[in-house]
Every structure is written in structure tokens, then in C-alpha cells.
Nanobody, 128 residues
Framework: RLVESGGGSVQPGASLRLSCVGS????????IGWFRQAPGKEREGVSC????????IYTDSVKGRFTISRDNAKNTVYLQMDSLKPEDTAVYYC???????????????????????WGQGTQVTVSS
């Protein structure tokens, strides 16, 4: 499974770094996505990084503020979140793209259903 950490309550403009660790699961073998779900809203994709770490994609609302990275030797993926806004408030989840036979290593054309292994989530609250 995957285990997220690093969430918390911060003021607007602050930074947080989320971590996603593979616990008994080989995170290094898959593209990994970060998702978030705010109360009353659907889960949305935030970012995704390829298995090798050489490519990443971001949803428009976080471009220029969030950075995804990975350290496969540590079986860990990170999400650095800067210039946080109240609208970033949500539970953040990481997930592995292991529910698709062919494109497990890439973020290309990734859909929510492609991600089969999920963490329990970590709460991020941005409020003044």
C-alpha cells in the first residue's frame, strides 16, 4: 500500500511538502499520481510523475506552485506545494498507475481508473 504524510494546517502563501511512501508495494515500478478531494467535490488529479521521473504533468490550477518529484531508491514520491491558497484545501492522496496493463510507466492519457493502489490520504487545510 501507499502511505502519505506531510499534511497540515497553514496560512495562505505557506508551503508544505507531502510524501508518499510505498509500504510493501514497489512504488518505483509505476507512474505515481497525486489527487485531492475537497468536501462535496469529486476527486481530481493534481499531478503525475512518470516511473523514471523524467516527465510530469500538473493540473492548471497548481502549475508554477506545485512540484512533483520522486526518489525511487527511497520508494518515495514528493509533492512540494508552495504559495498555497484556500482553494487547495482538501484531502490529498497518492496512487500508483497499476490498473492498466500497458502504460503503467507513463502519465500519458492517465484516467482515474488507471490508478489501483491508493494511500489513506493526508489533510491539507489552508486558512487565515
Amino acid at each position: 500500500r501507499l502511505v502519505e504524510s506531510g499534511g497540515g494546517s497553514v496560512q495562505p502563501g505557506a508551503s508544505l511538502r507531502l510524501s508518499c511512501v510505498g509500504s510493501g508495494w514497489r512504488l518505483a515500478g509505476f507512474a505515481i499520481g497525486w489527487f485531492r478531494q475537497a468536501p462535496g467535490k469529486e476527486r481530481e488529479g493534481v499531478s503525475c510523475i512518470s516511473m523514471s521521473g523524467d516527465s510530469a504533468i500538473y493540473t492548471d490550477s497548481v502549475k508554477g506552485r506545485f512540484t512533483i518529484s520522486r526518489d525511487n531508491a527511497k520508494n518515495t514520491v514528493y509533492l512540494q506545494m508552495d504559495s498555497l491558497k484556500p482553494e487547495d484545501t482538501a484531502v490529498y492522496y497518492c496512487a500508483g498507475r497499476d490498473n492498466t496493463g500497458t502504460y503503467y510507466y507513463s502519465c500519458d492519457n492517465a484516467q482515474l481508473g488507471d490508478f489501483g493502489t491508493w494511500g489513506q490520504g493526508t489533510q491539507v487545510t489552508v486558512s487565515s
